[in-house]
């Protein structure tokens, strides 16, 4: 049972240029969920699917670009890296947005990001 | 003022002590409540919801006071293993993705 995973799980990159951090989830699950932390921050929604082609921005998508063309990927797409990018990104999905136990958030494993 | 505020710590405790965390959250139109656990370098775990009557799981116990809008964490026999950094998650709205994250509380459990 793999869950959630994310590719990669550690990226060096320069500034300008284009990254793809990969999100795949093997449970089917309706909503998913791109997150970054950073030291100071609690993890902060970059953006946010409730179904394949439907997405939302969440509290900070500025200069990240999503798609959700298949229920179990969610690929996030930094379009010109910055500095400030610098973090770890974090991806997770929920089985529904009710209540009790489908209000489970499972995350993946993280992606560090480092621009240069 | 962050809606959701933890102390950041570390507390520093010996094994078997019980050590208790709070969080306030600032909207009280908040509905859901969680404790995550997260490792360092990991991805953060359901540790428990927080019910509106507390509820208690094993050693720990999660408590939901509305009207000071605090939740509270409770571990009891403290294990080296429970060495962690705790978040508290509020959902602002229940059924909807607004999960507001705390920035964590780290505990120490000592040998």
């Known amino acids: 049972d793999a869950g959630i995973t994310q590719s990669p799980r550690y990226k060096i990159t320069e500034t300008g240029r284009q990254v793809t951090l990969m999100c795949h989830q093997t449970?089917?699950?309706?909503?998913m969920f791109w997150y970054r932390q950073d030291l100071g921050h609690g993890l902060r929604l970059i953006y946010y699917s409730a179904a394949a082609d439907i997405t939302d921005k969440g509290e900070v998508p500025d200069g990240y670009v999503v798609s959700r063309s298949k229920t179990e990927n969610f690929p996030l797409t930094l379009e010109s890296a910055t500095r400030s990018q610098t973090s770890v990104y974090f991806c997770a999905s929920n089985p529904n947005l009710g209540q009790g136990k489908e209000e489970t958030q499972y995350f993946g494993p993280g992606t560090r990001l480092l621009v240069l | 003022r962050k809606e959701v505020e933890q102390d950041p710590g570390p507390f520093n405790v010996p094994e078997g002590a019980t050590v208790a965390f709070n969080c306030t959250y600032s909207n009280s139109a908040s509905q859901s409540f969680f404790w995550y656990r997260q490792d360092c370098r990991k991805e953060p775990k359901l540790l428990m919801s927080v019910y509106s009557s507390g509820n208690e799981d094993g050693r720990f116990t999660a408590q939901l006071n509305r009207a000071s809008q605090y939740i509270s964490l409770l571990i009891r026999d403290s294990k080296l293993s429970d060495s962690a950094t705790y978040l508290c998650?509020?959902?602002?709205?229940?059924?909807?993705?607004?999960?507001?994250f705390g920035t964590g509380t780290r505990l120490k459990v000592l040998a």
């Open positions: 449970w089917s699950h309706s909503y």
């Open positions: 998650v509020v959902n602002r709205a229940s059924g909807t993705y607004k999960y507001i």
